[in-house]
Structure formats: structure tokens, C-alpha cells
């Protein structure tokens, strides 16, 4: 991939051993190996289903969010990054994405609370969605990685890349759907925001203990 390289259907990124999707109108960037990967959230853009039934945005706005996503291969596997969200408006997000269709996904966010606080935030959606904040974020910028061992997913976040704090654990599928991950960008409530991942990592190692810090 050249730098500064975006393509319409398919990206490839280098440590990452399948191709990435973006979402119809997305525009990602990828610079660079290792890669740094970057995107302009749009105005009023989200991926969410409210378990009440009544959101701040319009209904055709909560899942048109820009996501680049992939097809993991089969088996337990680990997929992380560092997050870096210019934020501008409340729930302004950088987003490691589990995805099996509409009605069956997952997100870890760097978010932007109401309160005017980054925050790492977790969303499993079944139909509708939950919504669950974990800790404050002192800074714009964090790692997130989700790891797959067999049926369980398992969501991490870190200061510093080495020692990881359990998020949740949770088992998710739909028939029909195969699972993919990669990113997504958010600014449900303002007019977009600059994200960036860098540090992107992949690899097939199993966890052995989700709450031992690995």
C-alpha cells in the first residue's frame, strides 16, 4: 500500500493477514509500516440501537458510521491498537468493531462522555444494544484490543501497550454471519472527527487468563 493510499474496496494493512472493507462513502487512509490508519468521522454518524427505543439522533443515522472491516481466520486471535480521537462533541468515538450483521455486533470506543471525558465505553448489541462505561481516560488516546477464545470474545483496553485491563467478556454470534473486526469512527452528536489507529497488531496467540493484565 502507497502512502497516503486509499482504495474503494479493499485495503491491506501491513501486520494484518486479511484485507479490509471500507463502508460505502468512507475514506480511510493508510501511511506508512508499520501502518497508521486515519479517518474523518462524519456529522451525525453512529453505530447504535437504543434499548429505549428513542435516540438523539435520527433512526437511518445509528449504524451509517464509517467502518473498515475484515474477516479474521478461524481460531482464537488477539487484534489491537492504539486510538487517537480529536474529540469535538459528545460520544465523539474511535472504535475497535466486531461486526456479524445488523442486528449482532460489538464495539470498544474511546469515547467522549457528556461530561466532557474521554472514557473507554463497551456496546454489545443483540438486536438492540447495551451500553456499558468502564474508566476514564486521562488523555485522547488509549489501547483497545479484542481477542477471540473459542466461542468467548473478550475486550482489553491499556495505558501503555503491555499491561491490559479486562473491559468484558461475552459470547456473541448470528447464523449465517461470519464474524469480522477492524475499525469505526463516530460523531453521533457533532459535525465529524479525526481518528487514527496506529500500533495495529494481529496474531493468533490464545489467552490464557483474561484478567491477569496479558
Known amino acids: 500500500m502507497n502512502p497516503q493510499a486509499t482504495t474503494p474496496t479493499a485495503a491491506t494493512i501491513p501486520g494484518i493477514p486479511f484485507p479490509l472493507a471500507p463502508s460505502a462513502g468512507a475514506r480511510w487512509t493508510i501511511e506508512g509500516d508499520p501502518a497508521r ?13 437504543d434499548p429505549g427505543g428513542a435516540s438523539q439522533v435520527n ?18 486471535f488477539r487484534f489491537g491498537a492504539h486510538i487517537r480521537v480529536a474529540f469535538a462533541a459528545t460520544f465523539d468515538a474511535g472504535v ?9 455486533w460489538a464495539k470498544l470506543c474511546l469515547e467522549y462522555s457528556p461530561d466532557g471525558e474521554p472514557m473507554v465505553v463497551s456496546v454489545v448489541n443483540r438486536g438492540v444494544a447495551d451500553d456499558a462505561n468502564a474508566f476514564v481516560v486521562p488523555g485522547e488516546s488509549i489501547w483497545l484490543r479484542v481477542s477471540r477464545i473459542d466461542s468467548v470474545y473478550a475486550y482489553h483496553a491499556s495505558d501503555d501497550g503491555k499491561k491490559w485491563r479486562l473491559v468484558r467478556a461475552f459470547v456473541l454470534d448470528a447464523p449465517g454471519a461470519a464474524p469480522r473486526v477492524g475499525f469505526e469512527a463516530q460523531s453521533p452528536t457533532g459535525k465529524g472527527c479525526a481518528v487514527s489507529f496506529n ?11 483474561l484478567r491477569d493484565g496479558t
Open 37 to 49: 490508519v486515519t479517518v474523518l468521522a462524519g456529522a451525525h454518524t453512529d453505530i447504535f440501537v
Open 59 to 76: 433512526s437511518e443515522t445509528l449504524l451509517n458510521a464509517a467502518t473498515l472491516l475484515g474477516t479474521p481466520p478461524e481460531g482464537d
Open 96 to 104: 475497535l468493531l466486531l461486526w456479524f450483521d445488523e442486528g449482532h
Open 199 to 209: 500500533q495495529i497488531g494481529f496474531d493468533r496467540v490464545r489467552l490464557g487468563d
